[in-house]
């Protein structure tokens, strides 16, 4: 949070895989026009942790050419390699170790393993497989899912750092369509619960983190927007929103009103 950290706006943390983090926005980069909109989009999101496709961005692979490390540095930001375009658990884990190398020895990773090219939805049985991989050979794992409540049990189960569910088809910027579901991982988890895949607008973002998401990924709702730094100032105002109406607590919801002025002791 940006409040001042005092008895009544205390510190609250993001922790993953033991470091703290102050933002719950994390961001991606691709979709931007060029890397200088990426540069100032993610410092208008305050994001400190910003994921990055191995497979469709250069952070060093390929010399001579512009390599977003430039503009997002590592000493600056957490780096957060992921495994965007792979369709099998071997060609995740492959990613993930070649991400290991380009940035000496860095074991966070974002695990995504699709199953279809038009939703974009992941292949449960391959990220199963990938996570199981990959934990033990000593990744800290962020793993992409469905909103799958049994699942992402298993996933926690399996040591992976965080568990992050989608609202809504990537991209598709539907906002949260399963809520119960949503709530229903939030409740059962001992790990983070990162919203990643459906966002579109601020409201998107505050519903996920009133719901008690420990944090929200998104890209494209900040990348197509028509003013891309704008709206990622306006996705992390929104984020900051929902997290603190999650911790001070919505009043019921009732069929009946309810003055916000009783009557109980008027004159007269």
């Known amino acids: ?21 102050a933002s719950r926005l994390l961001t991606g980069t691709g979709k931007f026009t060029d ?10 999101a305050g994001a400190q ?13 390929n010399p001579g050419e512009p390599n977003l ?5 590592p000493d600056r930001y957490t780096i957060l390699p992921n495994t965007a375009g792979c369709y099998t658990a071997d060609d995740a884990v492959r990613t993930c170790r070649l991400a290991r190398e380009l940035l000496d020895g860095h074991s966070l990773v974002k695990l995504e393993v699709l199953g279809d ?6 292949d449960v049985v391959q990220t199963l497989a990938a996570a199981e991989l990959l934990v033990k050979d000593g990744f800290d794992v962020m793993v992409y899912t ?29 906002g949260v369509q399963n ?16 919203v990643d895949a459906g966002v579109g607008t601020a409201s998107d973002a505050a519903i996920a983190m009133e719901l008690g998401c420990d944090g929200v990924l998104m890209n494209t709702a900040i990348a197509g927007a028509k003013d891309p ?33 009783p009557v109980d002791g008027l004159i007269g």
């Open 179 to 194: 809520k119960y579901n949503l709530l229903e991982i939030v409740e059962n988890a001992k790990v983070p619960i990162i």
């Open 35 to 44: 890397l200088e909109q990426t540069r100032l989009a993610t410092e208008a």
């Open 229 to 261: 730094v704008l709206m990622a100032h306006a996705m992390k105002l929104a984020v900051e929103a929902g997290r603190a109406a999650f911790k001070a607590g919505r009043i019921p919801r009732k069929r009946f009103a309810s003055a916000s002025s």
């Open 146 to 174: 469905s909103d799958d409540p049994i699942l992402a049990k298993r996933l926690e189960e399996i040591g992976c750092v965080a568990v992050m569910p989608l609202a809504a088809p990537i991209g598709s910027g539907l």
């Open 49 to 61: 942790i910003v994921t990055v496709a191995i497979r469709r961005t250069n952070i060093g692979q």
């Open 117 to 122: 090219q038009k939703t974009l939805y992941p």
């Open 1 to 21: 949070m940006t409040a001042p950290h005092s008895p009544t706006f205390p510190a609250d943390p993001l922790v993953i895989a033991g470091k703290a983090y």
């Open 69 to 73: 490390l430039d503009v997002l540095p």
